[in-house]
């Protein structure tokens, strides 16, 4: 069945870039029903949506997030990344990865399955 | 782009049922049928548990349901169990936001 998995460094320093891969097995990344995105939790708190790509290459990014996301693809590898740029200690989170169902375009809906996710901490 | 609301924790006795309700907007939860719930339990990634306001993926329990009325969606437990304990956050798809996506702010269950 399909799997995603996260992985990159989990100890990033404060005003550098965290970056992240998520890696898909058991089907292609190049499905056109699917978007593939980035969720991300900080510790004891809620979900947060980064941002999700389509295996064109199109984008959708939080617009709190925007300035600092670069989320991108590589169908030849099956995996899409996250790039967060200046990061603060507020960006401390486990970060997951998932696939993201597309109805129609623009329209984008439940996300499943997800990655175990990896937790990267900020440190100053 | 504001989240959905969902209240902080509901509680239920084992065998009870519990309902947990997220609360929108006509650009969201109202204006669409495109709502999901996610259970977390602690250290775990999020499970798809609903889609599309009342659909159950293949091998989740039909003790969980869903429903919608107005801009409010809900979910609710039937024959609660211990190892329904977690976190839930619903999600739905929004029109008035560049990322057409969003969560609920969670909904933490404990069973008694």
């Known amino acids: 069945q399909l799997q995603l998995q996260e992985s990159g460094p989990g100890l990033v320093k404060a005003s550098e870039t965290l970056s992240l891969t998520c890696t898909v097995s058991?089907?292609?990344?190049?499905?056109?029903?699917?978007?593939w995105g980035w969720i991300r939790q900080p510790p004891g708190k809620g979900l947060e949506c980064i941002g999700s790509?389509?295996?064109?290459?199109?984008?959708y990014y939080n617009p709190s997030l925007k300035s600092r996301v670069t989320i991108s693809v590589d169908t030849s590898k099956n995996q899409f990344s996250l790039k967060l740029s200046s990061v603060t200690a507020a960006d401390t989170a486990v970060y997951y990865c998932?696939?993201?169902?597309?109805?129609?375009?623009?329209?984008?809906?439940?996300?499943?399955?997800w990655g175990q996710g990896t937790l990267v901490t900020v440190s100053s | 782009q504001s989240a959905l609301t969902q209240p902080g924790a509901v509680s239920g006795s084992p065998g009870q049922s519990i309902t947990i309700s997220c609360s929108g907007t006509?650009?969201?939860?109202?204006?669409?049928?495109?709502v999901s719930w996610y259970q977390q339990h602690p250290g775990k990634a999020p499970k798809l548990m609903i889609y599309?306001?009342?659909n159950r993926p293949s091998g989740i329990s039909n003790r969980f349901s869903g429903s919608k009325s107005g801009n409010t969606a809900s979910l609710t437990i039937s024959g609660l169990q211990a190892e329904d304990e977690a976190d839930y956050y619903c999600?739905?798809?929004?029109?008035?936001?560049?990322?057409?996506?969003?969560f609920g702010t969670g909904t933490k269950v404990t069973v008694l």
């Open positions: 599309d306001v009342s």
């Open positions: 790509i389509y295996y064109s290459g199109n984008t």
């Open positions: 999600s739905s798809y929004t029109s008035s936001s560049t990322l057409p996506y969003v």
């Open positions: 058991g089907g292609s990344i190049s499905s056109g029903s699917y978007y």
């Open positions: 006509s650009s969201d939860v109202g204006g669409y049928n495109y």
């Open positions: 998932a696939r993201h169902r597309r109805v129609v375009a623009g329209t984008l809906n439940w996300f499943d399955p």
